[in-house]
């Protein structure tokens, strides 16, 4: 496992330990290996979501694909038991 090192300002450490001593974390380095996880996560996601942002610019969808696409979620949504 590979250590990184960082600094971060008084504030910051603070609202790491109250999380650390809420249980939301088990560590400072929890917390860190956390938020790492969160950022590269979110950063992908970004990623995934423009590119099919691209795609349905590129080859939007067809009226007859929206059509069909709604039919089948009122379809789902009626089957539901709510």
């Known amino acids: 496992m590979v250590q990184?090192?960082?600094?971060?300002?008084?504030a910051t450490a603070q609202a790491v330990d109250r999380l650390v001593a809420e249980g939301v974390v088990d560590s400072r380095s929890d917390a860190v290996r956390r938020g790492l996880a969160l950022l590269v996560d979110t950063h992908d996601r970004a990623k995934i979501a423009a590119a099919i942002l691209r795609g349905y610019t590129l080859i939007p969808q067809t009226d007859e694909e929206a059509l069909w696409a709604n039919d089948a979620a009122a379809s789902m949504i009626a089957e539901e038991p709510w």
Do not use: G, I, K, M
């Open 4 to 10: 990184l090192v960082t600094r971060v300002d008084d």
